[in-house]
């Protein structure tokens, strides 16, 4: 069953269609990333969704209720804000026990499922300490351990990582991920980040303009993107597209190689002649910005491995030819929409 | 390449040119001024009065005589002093309570956006910037015992007898009463300041967190809000009965301390006793009563700041 269902909702701020029809299914113990730029309508959609927000139109079932007008606490979602929004003036113990006293569960009760929530996240030694006494990545735990403490059916995560430097961000990510295939709580994560939505997400729906583009597995919003928003924002650097008369052919920079790299002369390679500009050594890979006989106002990509393209064999100001494998390239027609061929 | 060029011979600056980037030197030379005037008008004033209440001066006799505390014992024994000290408190902390329960719940008005908020967030304000004088003399008329339009007002709505009109002022229980309304009028919008201030303060993520906690609008205002915003209305009300236990302006100006000293306060009593009827030892020794309190708070409330800062 599904945990979390909504049926083309949509939300105005003034005239401004802040979301703008989106229909979602999460099943139950999915790990869902909502991804999208700033401003795309990802934060208002989760807030919507544990009732900070209220639709201007369409559906929300939660474990199958409508919940259209019913009051967050009677959601049974918990959520996890950007700055984590702690107590300041509550132990990290009464933060926890916070969610359980509002629903007036027993006393006794409640100390047991702090120690549980406590000992999942490994935070027993700081349960007496203050927000203010702990680091970023304690602090995001107790913010885990609150939200998780009441079991909710859904989780709510808003750019949970935004606010921990990039090391941190690199293990934080791996720790929520573990931890949530080893709860098991159906887990709605928005995030900007592409890193975070390809390595953490079961399936991402990449969001645009309050719109959902394209709803799929890691590897289908990246290898089968529905259209050329989600080609060009998933991937770094983006897919190129090479414009014919509206329409677009579109490539993976680091399917762009050398022709004899890929050319073992049977053919189904399509060349293009790439006149290099500039390139960026980047230790694993090289990346090379060009231009592409014919399309001679487009920045071009090419994502090299320093392995096997040595340096002096691509300078810059010269034409090269590059060619790409006919199965992976794609196209898009004059609305964007991925087509099959033409 | 990279060139040194030869740096451009000039004078040696005069030791005293860079002397205000000093620190020492400037913060020496600001704060100077802000210390000279405490000690001047607030230090030695201080200090003579400590020596007026051990003295006989009077204007009659203007003699510095040292009686030691005999002041002191004197007012104690006196039942009207007696009667201004718990009129002090109860007049202090009444307003001060009624002013933060009317500044609470005009804060919470104010959040709520509403056409017109603007203006009367700055009509709100006007109590706190009308002259006290001013004011006074609309309560009065209010309170009057003849043309008072509360009771003019409650007499057409038919809620009291014309018979029963109360005497707003001429009764010692109403005339306190009275008092502590003008002056928690007049302290409201303060009130209102610092609770908006400090609820505006609290990040909007931790409201939403205690929303969607299951927290309703009392246990987000009495469990989440008010405690992390204890500390600024801890500072507001330190100014508020400071300035409470010392003012005498809505009791010279209401009832000159009456009916028969009922609504009499240490800094009226100090004021008639030692400026108009001249005996400058005694009134010194009454004003001394405040000392004592006034510390207390003050310590108490900075201790209780500490303890709670987040």
Known sequence: ?342 | MVEIVEPIATKPASRFRFLLDQRSVLGAVLVTPAILYVLLLVGVPFLLALYYSVSAYTIYDPSWRFVGLANFRQIIHNPAFLETLGNTFLFTFASQLLGLILGKFGALLLLRPFPGRKLVRAIIILPWAVPIALASVAWEWMFDSLYSVINWTMIALGIIDRSQAPNWLGNPHLAMLCVIVVNAWRFFPFAIVIFLAGITAVPQDIIDAATVDGAGFWRRNYQIIMPMILPIVAIGLIFGIVFTFTDLSVVYLLTNGGPIGATSVLGFQGFQVGIVSGDVSHGAAISLFMLPVLFVVVIAMLRFIRRREI
């Open chain 1, 1 to 342: 069953m599904a945990a979390v269902l909504t049926r083309n909702i949509t939300k105005t701020f003034n005239d401004v269609a802040a979301v703008n029809g989106i229909t979602l299914t999460v099943p139950d113990g999915e790990f869902m990333v909502l991804l999208g730029p700033s401003g795309c309508g990802k934060t208002t959609f989760l807030r919507i969704i544990c009732g900070l927000e209220r639709q201007t139109s369409g559906d929300l079932l939660i474990d199958g209720n409508v919940v259209n007008d019913m009051p967050p606490r009677a959601r049974g979602v918990a959520m996890m804000f950007q700055s984590y929004g702690l107590y300041p003036h509550y132990t990290v113990r009464n933060n926890i026990a916070f969610p359980l006293r509002t629903q007036r569960v027993p006393r006794a009760e409640i100390e047991k499922k702090v120690a549980w929530a406590a000992q999942l996240l490994g935070i027993e030694r700081l349960l007496e300490r203050r927000p203010r006494q702990l680091s970023g990545g304690e602090r995001q735990r107790v913010a885990l351990a609150r939200a998780l403490v009441r079991e909710p059916t859904a989780l709510l995560l808003d750019e949970p990582l935004s606010n921990l430097d990039a090391k941190l961000r690199a293990s934080a990510r791996q720790e929520i991920k573990l931890f949530q295939q080893r709860v098991g709580t159906t887990t709605i994560y928005v995030t900007h980040d592409q890193v975070e939505a390809m390595g953490m997400g079961d399936r991402i729906a990449v969001i645009d303009h309050g719109k959902v583009r394209q709803v799929g597995t890691p590897a289908e919003i990246y290898d089968e993107p529905a259209d050329r928003f989600v080609a060009t924002f998933v991937g770094t650097p983006p897919m190129n597209l090479l414009s014919r008369g509206g329409a677009h052919l579109g490539f993976r920079p680091e399917n762009f190689l050398p022709k004899d790299m890929i050319d073992d002369g049977n053919g189904g390679v399509a060349e293009f002649s790439f006149r290099v500009d500039r390139s960026e050594y980047l230790g694993s890979e090289r990346i090379v910005y060009g231009v592409v006989e014919g399309f001679d106002a487009q920045v071009i990509t090419a994502k090299l491995p320093p392995a096997h393209v040595a340096e002096d064999s691509i300078r810059p100001g010269e034409w090269h030819p590059f060619a790409v494998r006919n199965g992976a390239l794609r196209y898009f027609d004059q609305d964007g929409k991925r087509t099959s061929r033409h």
